[in-house]
């Protein structure tokens, strides 16, 4: 790989992201959330920023925007609508990092300026609320089939892709998981896993779009075992979708 990825904590449960390039000294941060935990994380790193992306409004992802960019004179990259963006992006268009192309995946659903950056190069995404580890977002804007359709544009990266996602949810959302896809048993090794680690305080991000298309049931919606279980054979992949997605929020 080109670049060094430093991830770290901060909130109850929100990850972010730097990405930097040792050759050039360049470095990104994905989301502002919190300016002190991202500011201690580019002295730790002793990194100096240059871009920030924006994946989308919620204040847990743009809270320290002002003063991170005061103090980096970083350039912003993000959703129209956002206040203190430099550089607008739409789906499909592709800016430079350190010489390499970032490629801007819009997943409305979560919210409706949901913004993925994909670095083919680097076979990486950063997934903001779109796709956690065997989760997705919760739809406080976008409709299921709008979440549908932005989870199947993931579907489509190649397997090997690296995922970092903004939450640490993924104890609870393996658990909801197992309840609808038991019979899965690259499933139940995952959750031996994912309680080991959680329980040694340890991260559970990054995943791969791999490991997601085997065990992520919001990926999974035309598996035929998923699909009996809900008693919903008969019925189109966006409404097990649709279903999966009711039975998490009350789960």
């Known amino acids: 790989m080109q670049f060094e990825y430093h991830q770290f904590t901060y909130g109850s449960d929100n990850y972010g992201v730097l990405i930097h390039d040792k050759n050039t000294s360049e470095t990104a941060c994905v989301d502002a959330g919190d300016s002190k935990a991202y500011l201690a994380a580019l002295k730790e ?7 920030i992306w924006i994946t989308h409004h919620h204040l847990d992802h743009t809270h320290g925007l002002a003063k991170i960019k005061e103090e980096t004179g970083a350039v912003v990259y993000g959703p129209s609508a956002f206040p203190g963006v430099d550089k607008t992006l739409e789906h499909s268009e ?7 192309e970032v490629h801007v995946i ?8 949901m913004l993925n ?4 190069s680097e076979e990486t995404i950063f997934t903001g609320d779109t796709l956690f580890v065997m989760g997705c977002g919760r739809l406080f804007e976008g409709t299921p089939e709008q979440m549908y359709e932005s989870l199947v544009r993931l579907m489509e990266l190649p397997e090997q892709t690296l995922v970092y996602c903004s939450h640490e949810y993924t104890l609870v959302s393996a658990k909801f998981a197992l309840s609808v896809d038991f ?3 690259e499933l139940i090794e995952r959750h031996n896993v994912v309680v080991d680690l959680v329980s040694k305080g340890k991260p559970t991000v990054p ?12 990926l999974r919606f035309s598996d035929k075992n998923i699909k009996e279980h809900l008693g919903m054979l008969s019925a189109s992949d966006v409404e097990v979708f649709t279903k999966l997605r009711e039975l998490k929020d009350s789960f």
């Not at 790193?45 to 871009?51: I, K, P, R």
């Not at 819009?106 to 300026?113: K, Q, V």
């Not at 950056?117 to 083919?120: R, S, T």
């Not at 995943?207 to 919001?218: A, D, M, S, W």
């Open 117 to 120: 950056f994909y670095i083919k």
């Open 207 to 218: 995943t791969t779009i791999g490991k997601e298309l085997e065990t992520n049931p919001f």
């Open 106 to 113: 819009s997943t409305p659903g979560h919210t409706l300026d």
């Open 94 to 100: 592709i800016f430079l990092f350190s010489g390499a």
């Open 183 to 185: 019979l899965n048993k």
């Open 45 to 51: 790193t002793g990194w100096s920023l240059t871009q």
